[in-house]
């Protein structure tokens, strides 16, 4: 799940779903029923709107506090965390490698759901402190108590024994111990979640046409995500289990045809494009990998203009990060950063620094088939 990007917060990229514009509405309906009778007459809305701000505000940065959490223990564990995304109902934050003992496992669940629990009592006694001496401090002190009960139900929910919420991978974490498999506490955890998901959506689908409320759609939504994210995490622990002592340098394409920087179009179609037509080209200036150049390029930039526009000019310059991978890693971390990225390409790093290959979805692909005969 990919959203907005808003920064970066110890080398983890911050990125806000569409779906945040939901939550926002229903603060918004919500405070409109704050219990506080200094709100009335026209200046009553602007209060609530800013109230709703406010409180959105709050649970946001509540919700980054519960993924932080699971991101500073995964880290401790020598899991890397590059991305967390925050979306309607949670946030998730986005490991490369699946966890690496039970133990670590119950420990990364288990921090968020126990966050949040302690945010929720932190605002919702923090807020009896608040004086409400006027309108504005008690839709201050209102909305800090509301956004605690939100992180005690977040709490709960978190913690329903489905996979992949935080209650799930704690399930899991205990049938892995138990059965000393990964594959197969996951197989257990995501059955549970797919259940829960379908039995939500369900559950929408009866608040609709028995109760006619139109709440139900969200219902709906949020189970079909759950089960959906369930289905994906055990395609991807299979994957991993397949993919099992195989390295990137397996089954990468070497050596990998590069273009110079300094090249302009009218010589890359020629030289490169009408004979090859990959859908990618690892660009180098200087003797230095500097970024990729995607065939689109041809496409998007007018004709009359190839002649005087240069590969560096038009490339994707380089994002250390996602667009390249070591030699000696493992291929599922591999497949992992192509699903998680959505880069049909990985530039292979071999011994000092120097472009080895290229490692495509397809690659990855032939070695999964290869591994299933």
């Given amino acids: ?37 200094a709100l009335t007459g026209l200046v009553a809305w602007p209060l ?33 965390v590059h991305r967390i995304t925050l979306f309607l109902f949670g946030g998730v ?30 605002l919702t006694r923090g807020s009896g402190f608040i004086p409400r001496s ?9 909305s800090v108590a509301f956004v605690g009960w939100l992180n005690f139900l977040l709490a709960i929910f978190n913690m329903v024994p489905a996979f992949p919420l935080d209650g799930g991978r704690v399930l899991r974490s ?3 111990a138990i059965t000393r498999d990964l594959r197969r506490s996951t197989h257990v ?63 990468m394409s070497s050596p990998a045809i590069t273009v110079p920087g300094d090249m302009n179009l009218e010589q890359f ?8 037509s990959h859908g990618a080209y690892p660009v180098v200036a200087e003797g230095k990998v500097a970024g990729m150049l995607h065939r689109d390029v041809l496409r998007t ?15 994707e310059p380089l994002d250390m990060d996602t667009m390249l991978i070591d030699a000696a890693a493992p291929l599922d971390l591999a497949f992992t950063r192509i699903m998680e990225t959505g880069r049909p390409r990985l530039m292979v790093m071999g011994e000092r620094s120097q472009l080895a290959g290229i490692l495509s979805q397809a690659d990855v692909m032939r070695a999964l088939q290869s591994q299933k005969r």
Avoid: C
């Fill in 1 to 37: 799940m990919r959203g907005w990007r808003l920064g970066r917060i110890a080398g983890i990229d911050i990125e806000i779903h569409f779906t945040w514009l939901i939550i926002f509405i229903l603060v918004v309906m919500r405070m409109s029923y704050l219990p506080s009778n």
């Fill in 48 to 80: 609530r709107l800013a109230a709703a701000l406010f409180a959105t505000a709050l649970f946001f940065a509540s919700l980054l506090l519960h993924e932080l959490a699971h991101s500073i223990v995964a880290r401790r564990n020598g899991l890397p």
């Fill in 93 to 122: 934050s986005q490991l490369e490698e699946e966890p690496r003992s039970a133990a670590s496992e119950f420990v990364m669940a288990i921090v968020g759901p126990l966050t949040s629990l302690l945010l929720g009592f932190a």
């Fill in 134 to 142: 006027s309108a504005f401090l008690s839709i201050v002190a209102e």
């Fill in 174 to 176: 205990i049938v892995w």
């Fill in 189 to 251: 955890a995501t059955a549970l979640g797919k259940i829960f998901g379908y039995g939500m959506a369900g559950y929408g689908v009866a608040v609709i046409f028995v109760f006619h409320d139109p709440w139900g759609i969200w219902m709906i939504f949020l189970g079909w995500m759950v089960a959906n994210a369930a289905e994906q995490s055990y395609r991807r622990v299979l994957v991993t289990s397949l993919l099992h002592g195989l390295h990137v340098a397996d089954v």
């Fill in 269 to 276: 179609a020629h030289t490169y494009e009408f004979m090859l």
């Fill in 301 to 315: 930039t007018p004709r009359h203009l190839w002649p005087m526009t240069q590969v560096r000019q038009v490339m």
